[in-house]
């Protein structure tokens, strides 16, 4: 593998049922890059990140992250080193928008004062003022929340982020200012992204690599 690869998928074969979603699948994702994953409707996009993340393992083949297979035992270790940000709304409605964007820090263990520290530190990036921190997720707007899913999915410094279709779900305006600002925060932290997307527009805004499925 080489020295450069951060996410290897190798001869994977995977099927909910009957049918196959992925039959002897390989793909090498690079340190630091934004692969944008394109692909009709059904065509596996959300399963392969659900792959990658540990979430479902594969009947035959390898996923490896950085040169480590992942396996029952080591993937919460390994998920903990990833990112996720889901389609829509994927909040924690119970839990305070801080308290949501702390959450994997608060797995990690990390001091309350850290955690404080931290998602105020990564606010202006993503554009939200703190009045915003002690709010309910049903207390803002769409745009608002996928901007607090980023932030969760950002706080704890993972090695990699993984996206599912983060902006279907909102305006074309709303949509534009978080590819910018999606772009931005991948040029300043150096981790490798990876994104579903059904618009092709949108993975040659941002991509630095395009997979088709
Ligand atoms: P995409 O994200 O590209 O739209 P998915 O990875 O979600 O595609 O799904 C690929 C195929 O697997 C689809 O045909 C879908 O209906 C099927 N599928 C997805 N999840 C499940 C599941 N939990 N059980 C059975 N079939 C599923
Ligand atoms: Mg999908």
Do not use: W
Request: aromatic share 8%; with cysteine; proline share 4%.
């Amino acid at each position: 593998m080489s020295q450069n690869t951060i996410i290897s998928v190798e001869n994977v074969d995977f099927r909910y049922e009957e049918k196959f979603i992925l039959k002897d699948f390989s793909y090498r994702f690079e340190r630091e890059s934004f692969t944008c994953i394109l692909g009709e409707s059904g065509s596996g996009k959300s399963t392969l990140l659900r792959l990658i993340n540990g979430l479902l393992l594969p009947e035959k083949g390898l996923i490896k992250i950085e040169s480590e297979t992942l396996t029952p035992q080591n993937l919460i270790e390994k998920r903990l080193q990833m990112g996720y940000v889901l389609q829509g709304n994927s909040l924690f409605p119970h839990l305070t928008v801080f308290q949501n964007m702390a959450y994997c820090l608060k797995l990690l263990k990390r001091p309350d004062e850290f955690c404080k520290e931290k998602i105020l530190e990564l606010l202006p990036l993503i554009g939200l003022k703190s009045e915003l921190l002690q709010k309910f997720p049903h207390e803002i707007s769409g745009g608002q929340k996928q901007r607090v899913g980023i932030i969760r999915a950002i706080a704890h410094d993972p090695k990699i982020v993984l996206m599912d279709e983060p902006f279907s779900a909102l305006d074309s305006e709303t949509r534009e200012k978080l590819q910018v600002l999606v772009k931005d925060i991948h040029q300043q932290l150096k981790t490798t992204f990876v994104m579903v997307t059904h618009s092709r527009e949108e993975a040659e805004t941002l991509a630095t690599d395009i997979l088709e499925m």
